[in-house]
Nanobody, 128 residues
Framework: MSSCRRLGGGLVQPGGSLTLSCAAS????????IGWARQAPGKLREGVSS??????????YYADSVKGRFTISKDRAKNTVYLQMDNLKVEDTGVYYC???????????????????WGKGTLVTVSS
């Protein structure tokens, strides 16, 4: 069974930072790509970032809405993927999900949304 357990989330002021963690269980980051998606209230789910499988740092993807502000990385020793979110905006508010799928990567929002395995979401609220 493959799963990702997400950690993090909470309330942060605009301009602040937050780090989400996705601890993979039953899978190896050498074989599985990891993606992050979010769903804002009343909006469709959006794939925001992904990192490819493999033993290196991995290839990354960022949606235009988060490019330059979010950073995805992985720690293979901890089998965990992180999403560092800086300069947060009110429009970043939403439920964030991590997802996984076997294969090289998910270099687009649509590919992230097509991943097979999804963790439970965590709420990120950006508000003053």
């Amino acid at each position: 069974m493959s799963s990702c357990r997400r950690l993090g989330g909470g309330l942060v002021q605009p301009g602040g930072s937050l780090t989400l963690s996705c601890a993979a269980s039953g899978i190896s980051l050498d074989s599985y790509a990891i993606g992050w998606a979010r769903q804002a209230p009343g909006k469709l789910r959006e794939g925001v970032s992904s990192i490819s499988s493999g033993s290196g740092k991995g290839s990354t993807y960022y949606a235009d809405s988060v490019k330059g502000r979010f950073t995805i990385s992985k720690d293979r020793a901890k089998n965990t993927v992180y999403l560092q979110m800086d300069n947060l905006k009110v429009e970043d508010t939403g439920v964030y999900y991590c997802a996984s799928d076997i294969g090289m990567g998910a270099p687009s929002s649509a590919a992230i949304l097509g991943m097979d395995y999804w963790g439970k979401g965590t709420l990120v609220t950006v508000s003053s």
